[in-house]
Structures are given as structure tokens and as C-alpha cells.
């Protein structure tokens, strides 16, 4: 069955920081993985995905098969930065995204 | 309009109450999909419509809730005799098509709460 787990409810860290949001996951085959933001008060959004090997807002994560993980990270964080960030993949049958259970990141100056 | 609508932004409603939760998506997306956000619980898959195609209503957790929706556009999602751990905030995304999750946008979403 497709799992995707995210071990840190919270992760607390100082501007300038790294900041590493930890992602694994179950699944048969290739997955499709993404990361979501929901920052305070605003609507659930895209940050990036593995297909495209981009960095956004300074964010990038690798797909590693072999660990089957997709950790979002940032070398110097910023206040800014503070969310609730889901990771999630392609369900098999191609219909929805599996979701895990959020971490929510707070930095702090 | 330009994005995922929903109605109402909140609902009281006492237990064992019916509740509806109305969904406009993007205009032209095929796909449209309902989720449950609750605290510890992360975001739920409920159900997924694609075009004229029967759903996938594999997440749904109990038969107290249904959805449709009527003619490929707007969704309703309905919970029957609501409970206490049905309070959550219940979004709506959708899609241009079956598969493309990187083109989904989510609605603002409805916050249920079942006193």
C-alpha cells in the first residue's frame, strides 16, 4: 500500500539555519513525489516536485529510491519560511495524492 | 472564477445534524477531488471525480458521506448525521485531468465543526 511518512510534527529552527524536513514513503513502482506548503491563513500549495529537479523559494529535494525518501530541504532558512509543509505521492490507480501528516516548520529569529 | 471556490468558509452544526459542503472548481478541470484536513491527521483523500467516469470513493470513511457532482462542474459533499469527529476542515482541489496533481489547485476550504 502507498504511505508517506513525515516523523516530525514540528521542527523549530533559527533564521540562517539548514532545515531539513524528512519525507519516506511506501510504494510499488515509480511514485510521483511532491511537496505542498500551506502557509498561515492561505490556501494549500505546490512547492515543488521531483520530476522537475527545481529549487523554489531556495527549497529542493532529491528522490532517493534506495531509502525511498524525498527530504525537503533549505541551507539558510528564513521567517518566512515558517508553514505547515505536507509531502505527498501519486496513489497507484493515478486518482488522488497521499498526503502525510504534515510537519510544521517555525523560525524564529 | 479564477480558482477553487467553497461554501460556506465555516459551519456550526449541532450532532446528528445533515451538512452539505459545495465545491466550484476551475473552470475546464476534469478532475476534482475532496479531502479532510484535521489536526494530527493530515490531509485525507475522500473522493475523486474525473469527467463523466464513475468516482473513486475509496476514502471515504463511512457511508454517512456521499458526494456528486452535477454536470462534470460544481461538487456537493454530503455528511449524514454528523458526529463530533467529523469536524475538520474539508478541502476541494481540482485538476485538468486525471493524474496531473501538478496543475491541481485547492480551495480555500470549509471548516466543519460538529458540536
Known amino acids: 500500500a502507498q504511505r508517506v511518512t513525515q516523523p516530525e510534527k514540528l521542527l523549530s529552527v533559527f533564521k540562517g539555519a539548514p532545515v531539513e524536513l524528512k519525507c519516506n514513503y511506501s510504494y510499488s513502482g515509480s511514485p510521483e513525489l511532491f511537496w505542498y506548503v500551506q502557509y498561515s491563513r492561505q490556501r494549500l500549495q505546490l512547492l515543488l516536485r521531483h520530476i522537475s529537479r527545481e529549487s523554489i523559494k531556495g527549497f529542493t529535494a532529491d528522490l532517493n529510491k534506495g531509502e525511498t525518501s524525498f527530504h525537503l530541504k533549505k541551507p539558510f532558512a528564513q521567517e518566512e519560511d515558517s508553514a505547515m509543509y505536507y509531502c505527498a505521492l501519486n496513489n497507484q490507480a493515478g486518482t488522488a495524492l497521499i498526503f502525510g501528516k504534515g510537519t510544521t516548520l517555525s523560525v524564529s529569529s | 472564477g479564477a480558482g477553487v471556490s467553497q461554501s460556506p468558509s465555516n459551519k456550526v452544526t449541532e450532532k446528528g445534524k445533515d451538512v452539505e459542503l459545495r465545491c466550484d472548481p476551475i473552470?475546464?478541470?476534469?478532475?476534482l477531488y475532496w479531502y479532510r484536513q484535521s489536526l494530527g491527521q493530515g490531509l485525507e483523500f475522500l473522493i475523486y471525480?474525473?469527467?463523466?467516469?464513475?468516482?473513486?470513493k475509496s476514502g471515504l470513511p463511512s457511508d454517512r458521506f456521499s458526494a456528486e457532482r452535477t454536470g462534470g462542474s460544481v461538487s456537493t459533499l454530503t455528511i449524514q448525521r454528523t458526529q463530533q469527529e467529523d469536524s475538520a476542515v474539508y478541502l476541494c482541489?481540482?485538476?485538468?485531468?486525471?493524474?496531473?496533481?501538478?496543475?491541481?489547485?485547492f480551495g480555500q476550504g470549509t471548516r466543519l465543526t460538529v458540536v
Open positions: 482541489a481540482s485538476s485538468p485531468g486525471q493524474g496531473r496533481f501538478a496543475e491541481a489547485f
Open positions: 473552470s475546464g478541470h476534469t478532475a
Open positions: 471525480f474525473q469527467g463523466n467516469s464513475a468516482p473513486d
